[in-house]
């Protein structure tokens, strides 16, 4: 018996399913913030579970779920130099000047 | 540090491999010194990751099986009430095991690994577990004791060493204050109840006191990775510690309950100003831990059937997410 080039050669749970980052935004007029990850076979049940697992009380008014894979981050390893250019620059920061310290509304 | 005893260098590394070593071990001793946190993609000791993936699946593992005691009395609760908070509470002990199955993946583990090694037994779980509910009271008593005890366990907890752990807890601690209020008001109201209610709420905290003092571990003289792992930071407090704090919690919400608890020990020590409970049975804690407490394997059997008999649901999902693949990959 000959089986159809597309069917599922392994029982399909087999296959891990995807990890996807679930993103929540918990109230209007506040951005989206990380609030963990879950597995689940594509985007739409990605979406319920997170409501779920996620948003039992009432904690969000949107999610938004990606997948980790598609995330880019930057490497830890590389940590000191990704991160230098700040380093010494003081002067972006308002407390860097001082001599205007008492004058009002400054 | 105490962690560089635990760290084997193999002999055979490279020059390059040894001084990257030697780098990361250095970058974690001071992290940890400065009681920040290490992240997933941090170099990390063998020993803490696998440290940590033991602790966080385990704890993963008892609020799965944690489900079980609840699910029980679901079909028997005395109310509507009861029985929509009581599934609340199961979803959220569901919940739960998800939060920490996550963090326990970011250390390299499978989450399908990890549920094979639950239902092969190979995995450890809470051994509070293995004890049967057997009265309606015993969801009082489970409320109010386990997760009583669980709460004290985990407010520490967030702060563990670890980030992904120490914030899946602050998540769980959130939502445990529920469980155990709950299950103090389903004491309060039974021990206000008949004469017979009453009994039977007294008779579910007499069982359950002692097995939720075990929760917190073996004495810290018997316990023998408590201090590494309080040196790393994942632990907070000792065992005893913990579990003298939560008996001088104990002592004064009983009063509250009308009920008394189970020891007559039970005293405050001016001198060390801790609270001192009876002798617990260890030989029990570590039998009932060695798989032949009174429910164990029958808490894995259920689980087991769980998991075969959600497997269709599991199937169907993989192959609607296929065929919607595939629609749109036509489209």
Redesign the interface.
Known sequence: MSTPANAPTNEPHETPWPLWEVFVRSSRGLSHVHAGSLHAPDAAMALRNARDLYTRRNEGVSIWVVPADAISSSDPDSKGSFFESPQGKDYRHATYYTKSEGVKHL | MASQNLQSVPAELSPEELEREQAGQAYFDRIISEDSRI?P???MPEAYRKTLLRQISQHAHSEIIGMQPEANWITRAPSLKRKAILM?KV??EA?HG??LY?AA?TLGQ???KMMEDLIAGKARYSSIFNYPAVSWADMGAIGWLVDGAAICNQVPLCRASYGPYG??MV?ICK?ESFHQRQGFEILLELSNGTPAQKQMAQDAVNRWYAPALMMFGPPDDDSPNSKQSMAWNIKRFSNDELRSRFVGMMVEQVKVLGLTLPDQDIRFNEETKKWEHGPLDWNEFKDVLAGKGPCNAQRLERRREAHDDG?WV??A??????K???KEFAA
């Open positions: 992240e993609r941090d170099w609340a979803q959220d919940g998800l939060y996550s993946e499978s989450r399908d914030r899946a998540r939502e497997a599991r199937e999902a993989a192959e609607y997410a296929r919607q693949a595939e």
